[in-house]
């Protein structure tokens, strides 16, 4: 079960407080960062609920909650204010974007590095920069499992063959927080850590509670997101592919190897016969984007805002054919900007261009969604549904700017997936069905 019997039920709940992590789930607020698993290890597990996203279960004979789990969740609750406040911050960006100081262009001076990101491979060089020569013991991040390649787990990489075998986007659930309370048990000369914009906010949120995560994590990288699409939404792409039966998946990629590189499928055929499936990044997206979790569709935070160093694509420029990768690297915390200076004079990060305009110009639609955002909480607020507390994110200054016509899509949209969304529902918990459920079921039908 995912939680407590007694706290589950059909009936709409929505007018209730959110007081637990039952509630942040069942309501559709999780963002799947797996930091309740961290916080408190005796409660949870993450597993793959693969219409829904990775999802915290209750472990079995496990303890009450005490509050440390939600008090660091990010699906209930941001706060940007504080680190908005710091000096030196380009302040004609802060409004729209948290705390920027720097906006870079570069990639990985490494040539396999490079070829094998996303973008770049920017994060993975800072990463290895890291480990080589800044004194740190290792990375945490996200990876495919080698066995079931659908699914991603937490890992730490502590030398370049590591991250070089582990690079690459995921669209797919992912939760690099849920093994922090191992790893850094692991780690004598502290980490990296490299997740979506939820969990580094995730992780910020859980440092303010444990002074020695504060101390050994010694630097936090983004990467710019647009929503995280369930397992299903994987699934579902392979069927058109070709592949129904996923145990015979032994590969899958999303991009990169390129930039920005292909989603790229491999299953064994009836014959045994290794069978190779592409699609381009824009295709792959264009299907996997429709099965973003609910809580993506209501997120403020696109850009990595919490983190010491956030990095993207640098969508302000068309990409040519078989141009080699280029990241968009922006800097927000001092750390961070020490970093990155660091890695780039040891020769680890190749910077070519630095203008604090290439990050509106490489994401032009996040100020009209950061806008249409209060339109959306305001409906929610309207049909009783769950809202998160958002705060210093200037969302309705944003909303002013829009057309009518933004406005009334930001109403409309919101308004009818209420109901095809379930939003004042509290979801029981024998909808998060897992993959091992699925593959328990298709051998029952077997």
Request: proline residues 5%; charged residues 25%; aromatic residues 8%.
């Given at each position: 079960?995912?939680?407590?019997?007694?706290?589950?039920?059909?009936?709409?709940?929505?007018?209730?407080?959110?007081?637990?992590?039952?509630?942040?789930?069942?309501?559709?607020?999780?963002?799947?960062?797996?930091?309740?698993?961290?916080?408190?290890?005796?409660?949870?597990?993450?597993?793959?609920?693969?219409?829904?996203?990775?999802?915290?279960?209750?472990?079995?004979?496990?303890?009450?909650?005490?509050?440390?789990?939600?008090?660091?969740?990010?699906?209930?609750?941001?706060?940007?204010?504080?680190?908005?406040?710091?000096?030196?911050?380009?302040?004609?960006?802060?409004?729209?974007?948290?705390?920027?100081?720097?906006?870079?262009?570069?990639?990985?001076?490494?040539?396999?590095?490079?070829?094998?990101?996303?973008?770049?491979?920017?994060?993975?060089?800072?990463?290895?920069?890291?480990?080589?020569?800044?004194?740190?013991?290792?990375?945490?991040?996200?990876?495919?499992?080698?066995?079931?390649?659908?699914?991603?787990?937490?890992?730490?990489?502590?030398?370049?063959?590591?991250?070089?075998?582990?690079?690459?986007?995921?669209?797919?659930?992912?939760?690099?927080?849920?093994?922090?309370?191992?790893?850094?048990?692991?780690?004598?000369?502290?980490?990296?850590?490299?997740?979506?914009?939820?969990?580094?906010?995730?992780?910020?949120?859980?440092?303010?509670?444990?002074?020695?995560?504060?101390?050994?994590?010694?630097?936090?990288?983004?990467?710019?997101?647009?929503?995280?699409?369930?397992?299903?939404?994987?699934?579902?792409?392979?069927?058109?592919?070709?592949?129904?039966?996923?145990?015979?998946?032994?590969?899958?990629?999303?991009?990169?190897?390129?930039?920005?590189?292909?989603?790229?499928?491999?299953?064994?055929?009836?014959?045994?016969?290794?069978v190779s499936k592409q699609l381009t990044y824009a295709e792959s997206w264009e299907f996997l984007q429709k099965y973003r979790q609910w809580r993506c569709y209501i997120c403020p935070d696109h850009t990595g805002e919490f983190a010491d160093i956030s990095v993207g694509d640098p969508w302000y420029r068309e990409v040519q054919p078989g141009?080699?990768?280029?990241?968009?690297?922006?800097?927000?915390?001092?750390?961070?900007?020490?970093?990155?200076?660091?890695?780039?004079?040891?020769?680890?990060?190749?910077?070519?261009?630095?203008?604090?305009?290439?990050?509106?110009?490489?994401?032009?639609?996040?100020?009209?969604?950061?806008?249409?955002?209060?339109?959306?909480?305001?409906?929610?607020?309207?049909?009783?549904?769950?809202?998160?507390?958002?705060?210093?994110?200037?969302?309705?200054?944003?909303?002013?700017?829009?057309?009518?016509?933004?406005?009334?899509?930001?109403?409309?949209?919101?308004?009818?997936?209420?109901?095809?969304?379930?939003?004042?529902?509290?979801?029981?918990?024998?909808?998060?069905?897992?993959?091992?459920?699925?593959?328990?079921?298709?051998?029952?039908?077997?």
């Amino acid at each position: 079960m995912l939680m407590p019997s007694s706290t589950v039920s059909a009936a709409p709940k929505a007018s209730l407080p959110v007081v637990s992590i039952a509630d942040v789930v069942q309501r559709q607020l999780c963002t799947g960062c797996g930091v309740c698993a961290a916080v408190e290890p005796g409660t949870f597990e993450m597993r793959d609920a693969v219409d829904w996203g990775k999802r915290p279960f209750r472990r079995p004979e496990s303890v009450d909650e005490t509050g440390a789990a939600l008090a660091a969740c990010p699906g209930a609750e941001l706060d940007i204010r504080a680190a908005c406040q710091s000096a030196g911050l380009e302040s004609s960006l802060t409004a729209g974007w948290g705390p920027v100081r720097e906006v870079w262009e570069g990639y990985a001076s490494d040539d396999a590095i490079r070829h094998a990101g996303s973008s770049g491979g920017a994060a993975t060089a800072l990463a290895l920069f890291g480990l080589e020569k800044a004194g740190i013991a290792g990375v945490l991040h996200t990876t495919c499992d080698a066995k079931q390649p659908l699914i991603n787990r937490s890992v730490t990489s502590q030398n370049r063959a590591e991250l070089l075998s582990r690079t690459g986007s995921r669209y797919a659930p992912a939760s690099p927080c849920d093994a922090l309370h191992e790893q850094l048990s692991n780690l004598t000369d502290g980490a990296i850590f490299i997740g979506k914009p939820c969990d580094v906010a995730a992780v910020a949120k859980a440092c303010q509670q444990n002074a020695k995560w504060l101390n050994q994590i010694r630097l936090t990288i983004a990467f710019f997101c647009a929503g995280t699409p369930s397992t299903r939404g994987t699934l579902d792409l392979l069927a058109k592919l070709g592949l129904t039966d996923f145990s015979r998946l032994r590969s899958l990629r999303y991009r990169g190897r390129g930039w920005p590189g292909m989603f790229t499928a491999e299953w064994e055929d009836d014959n045994g016969t290794l069978v190779s499936k592409q699609l381009t990044y824009a295709e792959s997206w264009e299907f996997l984007q429709k099965y973003r979790q609910w809580r993506c569709y209501i997120c403020p935070d696109h850009t990595g805002e919490f983190a010491d160093i956030s990095v993207g694509d640098p969508w302000y420029r068309e990409v040519q054919p078989g141009e080699p990768g280029s990241s968009l690297i922006v800097v927000r915390t001092e750390r961070g900007r020490e970093f990155l200076r660091a890695a780039a004079e040891a020769g680890y990060v190749t910077l070519t261009g630095n203008d604090a305009n290439l990050l509106p110009r490489s994401q032009p639609n996040l100020l009209a969604t950061r806008g249409g955002m209060w339109g959306r909480l305001l409906v929610l607020r309207w049909v009783g549904a769950a809202v998160p507390i958002f705060r210093g994110f200037e969302l309705k200054r944003f909303w002013w700017r829009l057309s009518l016509k933004q406005k009334l899509q930001s109403f409309t949209g919101t308004w009818k997936r209420v109901s095809r969304k379930r939003l004042r529902e509290c979801i029981p918990a024998h909808e998060f069905k897992t993959v091992e459920e699925l593959h328990s079921d298709r051998e029952e039908k077997v």
